[in-house]
């Protein structure tokens, strides 16, 4: 079983490693890393998608992923959305669409409530608050790992579904190529370049030891929260708790894209 995964602060990730490492032969990859190679997928017979859900929905890298992944035509495929609410969102539907263009279908779909690290619609909830989400994150990942061990054909319900594809799809073609525009950077950014090491889709570059956001931004906010002086801010996140998954270390969001 391969587990793919596309992570900016941590919580797909820590989701992919429970569940490779909760699965006999589970392995791990990196989305970014795999989207240039030719086929992203070979033979297994088990592939699990692990991302988070960006504006309602999929990812832009997760499905650009998705269009060019080549699952073998027997495979058990399974994707698992870790967000701040499961009540609200189409990422399952828009994954299952991809792949049933591709003659294959999502054969098991989960939601994963975590703590969601857009802080310039809110501020993080208080610690213990996260803690508690966190816990209850890892026992329903556990039954996630029960269900695809016993190959269970499972899509869980997505609320409202329509209105938030049409978000989704909106902010995809009209509002996500001003994300980089949206980003500033303090006098007390250091130069350390950790944003740009992060950034899964190499979008920021150092210019005078300063960061600087190109035009392909997938506004996952990783650069913003991994940021060790907090110099970094987009729109209204001045002063505001920034968030990495406490199980996870920075270095491992860097090695999933060092990978490549």
Not at 225 to 249: D, K, L, M, W
């Amino acid at each position: 079983m391969i587990v793919y995964y596309y992570s900016a602060t941590g919580n797909s990730l820590h989701v992919a490693k429970m569940i490779a490492a909760g699965m006999p032969g589970g392995a791990l990859a990196s989305m970014p890393r795999w989207l240039e190679q030719p086929r992203p997928a070979t033979g297994e017979d088990c592939l699990g998608l692990v991302f988070p859900m960006h504006y309602f929905g999929a990812p832009p890298l997760v499905r650009k992923f998705v269009e060019k992944l080549e699952p073998a035509p027997a495979a058990y495929v399974f994707a698992v959305v870790t967000c701040g609410h499961h009540l609200l969102g189409s990422a399952l539907h828009q994954i299952a669409g991809l792949l049933q263009d591709k003659g294959k279908k999502l054969d098991a779909g989960f939601y994963v409530d975590m703590v969601s690290n857009y802080i310039p619609l809110a501020q993080l909830p208080p610690p213990g608050r996260r803690q508690d989400r966190l816990a209850g994150a890892d026992e329903k990942v556990r039954q996630i790992i029960g269900a695809i061990g016993n190959r269970a054909h499972i899509i869980e319900p997505e609320y409202f579904r329509w209105p938030c594809q049409a978000i989704s799809s909106y902010w995809r073609n009209n509002l996500i190529s001003r994300a980089p525009t949206r980003f500033t950077n303090s006098a007390d950014c250091t130069g350390c370049g950790l944003c740009a090491e992060i950034c899964p889709v190499e979008n920021i570059r150092l210019e005078s030891g300063r960061p600087a956001w190109q035009n392909h931004c997938q506004e996952c906010l990783g650069c913003l929260h991994i940021c060790p002086a907090q110099s970094i801010n987009f729109g209204r996140t001045q002063g505001r708790t920034r968030y990495r998954h406490p199980e996870v270390a920075a270095a491992e969001l860097v090695r999933g894209k060092a990978e490549r």
